[in-house]
């Protein structure tokens, strides 16, 4: 069978910062190649690309991720029928996740033990509405929304970032949706040793008053690196959650343009440390995802005569066409959005284009994949 598998690569390089911290407080960080690498989790970067994607889908493209799950839905019933208390909706709030089967019932005092999740549930803003009209209609007609509707409620017209991202629900496992997006830890293309930024901050009364010694004194640990950054997408399965080709496409589109610019925000008001990539490189495959990593098990060492990012590109590029001609990988489309000339032999593995076109053509792909007239 078919597929439609779309691999993104990016060379991404960071000033000293600390974008995802451990338990301590440290930069996250990663053996690899018998080295200790920066890393930077998925996790942290997914929940960027799902932020950016506020300012590039509709809201009603998109879903909600909380477990105030019954304050969510008893606001939505309020906006419908503003007479309605707030206690009233929340009640019924409340009676709708019990027939779904995701609140429990405190069975001694016959009252609700819980009205919210006891999880993060993610559902999307149409299904959160949906459900808010379900659910006022029936307490209008003195009925009640049964297990069976509530499902099929939640299991139909998915958002963007549930069908990218996935969802996972204890209590009813058979409203899953797997993921159609894939994304690595980024970590860096050398070995890291953490660093430390020790501060003071003046009180400015005490300036004022003529007084000495600082009014609080600490450390921030950081480190600067080059990282590789890898996800994919499986186009098939986005388009089986989604069921349009349309809102595929847009999609795509969507994630590509975010996992370029997002970034993840731990410690950005010390370190300023936004960056956009050094260079994005997009396969579209038929056979199955590759994650090029191996191109850097190897560290690299930067020289008087090249930088890492230079020298982080040739190898790259070197492993890309070592891999794809000892399995017989042959891309079905590939381009390459690069910054300057450090980067400049990753052109040889596909069309060179700006951003935007890179975006345009990956999506005009899509369509086509799709069977729909690009």
């Not at 003071?200 to 600490?218: L, N, Q």
Request: hydrophobic share 45%.
């Amino acid at each position: 069978m078919s597929r439609t598998i779309i691999d993104v690569y990016a060379l991404q390089t960071v000033p000293p910062s600390n974008l995802n911290r451990d338990d301590t407080g440290s930069p996250k960080t990663a053996v690899y190649g018998g080295v200790r690498r920066a890393r930077v989790s998925s996790q942290a970067w997914k929940r960027a690309i799902r932020l950016s994607f506020s300012d590039l889908l509709d809201r009603s493209q998109l879903g909600e991720r909380t477990k105030r799950v019954g304050e969510s839905l008893a606001a939505r019933i309020r906006a419908l029928d503003p007479s309605m208390s707030e206690e009233a909706a929340s009640a019924l709030a409340a009676d709708t996740f019990v027939a779904g089967g995701l609140a429990k019932v405190d069975k001694k005092k016959g009252e609700l033990k819980d009205v919210e999740s006891g999880y993060l549930l993610f559902l999307s803003h149409r299904q959160l509405d949906n459900l808010a009209a379900a659910a006022l209609e029936a307490a209008q007609t003195g009925g009640t929304l049964d297990k069976a509707r509530f499902k099929a409620l939640v299991d139909s017209e998915h958002s963007v970032d549930i069908a990218m991202f996935g969802r996972m629900v204890a209590d009813m496992t058979d409203i899953n949706v797997d993921a159609a997006c894939q994304v690595s830890h980024a970590i860096s293309v050398h070995a890291v040793d953490n660093e430390f930024d020790y501060f003071t901050a003046v009180d400015d009364r005490k300036a004022d008053a003529a007084e000495t010694g600082a009014g609080m004194i600490g450390t921030v640990e950081f480190n600067s690196s080059t990282l590789y950054r890898y996800a994919t997408v499986d186009v098939d399965a986005l388009h089986r959650t989604l069921g349009d080709a349309t809102a595929t496409r847009a999609a795509v589109e969507a994630f590509l343009t975010a996992f370029a610019r997002s970034m993840p925000t731990g410690k950005q008001n010390t370190f300023a440390h936004r960056t956009l990539p050094d260079a994005v490189l997009v396969r579209l495959r038929d056979t199955q995802p590759i994650n090029l990593v191996g191109a850097f098990e190897t560290p690299i060492r930067e020289t008087h005569a090249a930088g890492r990012i230079e020298l982080a590109a040739e190898a790259l590029a070197k492993h890309t066409v070592a891999v794809e001609s000892a399995y017989g990988e042959r891309p079905a489309g590939a381009w390459v959005t690069q910054v300057g000339e450090r980067t400049a032999v990753l052109a040889d593995l596909g069309k060179a284009v700006t951003f935007s076109e890179l975006v345009a053509a990956v999506g005009e792909q899509v369509t086509v994949a799709l069977g729909q007239p690009a």
